[in-house]
T-cell receptor
């Protein structure tokens, strides 16, 4: 089935550790995105990428890093520099600029 | 600056009632897209509709309908004869041109809809 796969669904991290969230899509979409959602709030854009080996910072990129070595994959690393990393992270992809986005099921990250 | 406002934080209705979710947006772009997404308790966002700025025709899809009014910068969403399965958080979003010409989606804060039996 075509879609976007995020893993893991739940992730626990100790303070001071880096952690990488996986996002894979087999929709052949050019654009991929990472959003963060905090309880009772909307989605805020962390990073986005329109083509392989290129990505742009979103509104809240500090403390995060990404790579886009393959069209299908857009992993997000939450570094120890991110002061409040506990949140729900959503990955998305879209076929073209402005075409809307299709989302994965999300990863819930908790810092313990 | 572009932004999306969903003034209704939570709405509670009884099954079979009609309900309208409001969305007001701001943008300097002449060409843009508007979207509605549904987020059920599972967390995944489900795409419902996309509308471009040149198409002001209202759209109906089953029990769902959308009213786009450019004059008031609104893109409201109505559910007719609501059902318990409609309970979710609904997000309105606007596409915005980001750095380097790339578009990105700007989301409203969402409206939590609770439909009771």
């Amino acid at each position: 089935d075509g879609g976007i796969t995020q893993s893991p669904k739940y992730l626990f991290r100790k303070e001071g550790q880096n952690v990488t969230l996986s996002c894979e899509q087999n929709l052949n979409h050019d654009a991929m995105y990472w959003y963060r959602q905090d309880p009772g709030q909307g989605l805020r854009l962390i990073y986005y990428s329109q083509i392989v080996n290129d990505f742009q910072k979103g509104d809240i990129a500090e403390g995060y890093s990404v790579s886009r070595e393959k069209k299908e994959s857009f992993p997000l690393t939450v570094t120890s520099a991110q002061k409040n990393p506990t949140a729900f992270y959503l990955c998305a992809s879209s076929p073209q600029d402005g075409e809307g986005a299709f989302f994965g099921q999300g990863t819930r990250l908790t810092v313990v | 600056a572009q932004k999306v406002t969903q003034a209704q934080t939570e709405i509670s209705v009884v099954e079979k009632e009609d309900v309208t979710l409001d969305c007001v947006y701001e943008t300097r772009d002449t060409t843009y897209y508007l979207f509605w997404y549904k987020q059920p308790p599972s967390g995944e966002l489900v795409f419902l509709i996309r509308r471009n700025s040149f198409d002001e025709q209202n759209e109906i899809s089953g029990r769902y309908s959308w009213n786009f009014q450019k004059s008031t910068s609104s893109f409201n969403f109505t559910i007719t004869a609501s059902q318990v399965v409609d309970s979710a958080v609904y997000f309105c979003a606007l596409s915005e041109e980001g750095t380097g010409g790339y578009n990105k989606l700007i989301f409203g804060a969402g409206t939590r809809l609770a439909v009771h039996p």
